[in-house]
């Protein structure tokens, strides 16, 4: 929610070249605002300073590369997380400690509003390094007397169904289920994250809140494979494996997590907050047909 005479405000983008910071830049771009992307030089960051993002150089492990990256900002979105890197960049380093170098730089230059990126089961005392330090750096932020709005979304379908169900169940292989697979979820799209998020910006109603999001309504692994067996207009076969147990074509820290889901349920209620947020939310079956649809394109180029 930036409104028209905000027109000059600078919305720093952390993550933007990520899955979600560089939906969220898009959708920024194409509606007028002034951002600056915080980017390392070997990072694919060209497309989007082309759609005319301003880019600055920095690292979230390097406290120094960040002051001039936040100074002149008076918005600060971070989706920066290192899921999906290696190397030096881990839970500890980029989700813990280089958040934290982000906060501490953020300090001090009158910025109205952080905006993080956590997760809807964040918990200081899980056992999971990256849900430990989301939960960690959420304290941390809350504790800085900076203007916060905390986002924790549930689960992504573009990751935690489309590769474990989707993409199996279209290339006509079997889809491994993880237990019974039984364990009701409120997935969400990471557009409607997106969505979430731009909508947060100098919203009054997200100062100091922690807004948990989720998808319209809880499917379980088993509801899922049932969604793409309608949009397939085919049986999929399904094998399960225990808890612990590797996943076929799925890196262990995906195996991992989809382990974890099936112990717990997580259910959003999400009408009042869609209608708050001004957030249509996407429903699986739509989800489903728009994925079905994306590989057949990706297959003809």
């Known amino acids: 929610m930036i409104t028209e005479n905000n027109q000059e405000d600078l919305i720093l983008m952390v993550g933007s070249t990520?899955?979600?910071?560089?939906?969220?830049t898009r959708m920024l771009l194409a509606k007028g605002k002034n951002v600056r992307i915080l980017?390392?030089?070997?990072?694919?960051?060209?497309?989007?300073v082309q759609a005319g993002a301003q880019a600055v150089?920095?690292?979230l492990k390097d406290p120094a590369s960040l002051n001039a990256a936040v100074k002149g900002a008076q918005f600060l979105i971070t989706t920066a997380t290192a899921t999906k890197r290696g190397g030096l960049d881990t839970p500890t380093t980029v989700d813990l400690e280089g958040n934290h170098n982000l906060i501490d730089s953020a300090k001090g230059n009158g910025l109205k509003q952080f905006i993080f990126t956590s997760l809807s089961?964040?918990?200081p005392n899980s056992p999971v390094p990256f849900v430990q330090a989301k939960a960690k750096t959420e304290d941390y932020l809350r504790s800085s007397n900076i203007p916060y709005t905390i986002v924790a979304p549930n689960a992504f379908m573009e990751t935690w169904i489309a590769l474990p169900v989707g993409i199996p169940a279209i290339t006509g292989q079997n889809v491994t289920i993880v237990g019974e697979g039984k364990r009701k979820h409120s997935f969400i799209s990471l557009n409607d994250v997106a969505k979430f998020i731009v909508a947060s910006i100098n919203n009054p109603k997200a100062i100091n809140q922690r807004i948990v999001i989720g998808g319209p309504k809880p499917y379980s692994m088993l509801d899922s494979v049932a969604v793409f067996e309608k949009v397939l207009n085919r049986q999929i076969p399904i094998n399960h494996v225990a808890p612990g147990e590797p996943i076929p074509g799925l890196p262990t820290m995906?195996?991992?997590?989809?382990?974890?889901?099936?112990?717990?349920?997580?259910?959003?209620?999400?009408?009042?907050?869609?209608k708050l947020y001004g957030v249509e939310l996407t429903s699986m079956e739509d989800f489903a047909n728009e994925f079905v649809e994306s590989l057949k394109v990706d297959k003809c180029n």
């Open 39 to 48: 980017v390392r030089p070997q990072s694919n960051y060209q497309p989007l």
């Open 57 to 59: 150089f920095g690292d």
């Open 18 to 24: 990520g899955d979600l910071g560089g939906t969220i």
């Open 121 to 123: 089961i964040a918990d």
């Open 254 to 274: 995906i195996s991992g997590m989809l382990a974890g889901l099936n112990f717990f349920d997580s259910t959003i209620e999400m009408d009042e907050l869609s």
